[in-house]
């Protein structure tokens, strides 16, 4: 499975579950462990694990199992590592604090479900 289909599978399933400001980018010429950051915010530590859990159960249904999963226990900043692809679901605080967006700020954003939305809307 290519790293933009991991991406779409994160993206679709971070949205079914109302995960907001969500963002992509492709790390791949900066990083020499991933391809695609996905960044994420949910309101609340519980929608934070929500989020994560139904990213993970997607992957499994399309094959591809998290090869780990970190803080979803505190859910604050979950990590889940899908080889190539690499989901950050954050609270509110927690993006702020680490500002994932800014210390990756070289790598260029790829489209996600959000950007063509975002477009179509009137």
């Known amino acids: 499975m290519t790293s ?3 991406m779409r599978i994160a993206v679709e399933a971070a949205l079914d579950v109302k995960a907001e400001d969500l963002l992509a980018l492709d790390v791949s010429e900066l990083s020499s462990f991933a391809d695609v950051f996905v960044i994420c915010t949910g309101r609340s530590d ?3 694990r929500a989020i994560a859990e139904a990213i993970e159960q997607a992957a499994k249904r399309a094959g591809q199992p998290p090869l780990g999963v970190e803080g979803l226990q505190e859910g604050r900043w979950v990590l889940l590592d899908l080889d190539d692809v690499i989901v950050h679901v954050f609270d509110p605080e927690a993006r702020a604090h680490y500002d994932i967006e800014r210390l990756w700020s070289d790598a260029p954003r790829l489209p996600t479900a959000t950007a ?3 477009k179509a809307a009137p």
């Open 116 to 118: 063509t939305a975002e």
């Open 46 to 48: 519980r929608q934070v």
């Open 4 to 6: 933009a289909e991991k």
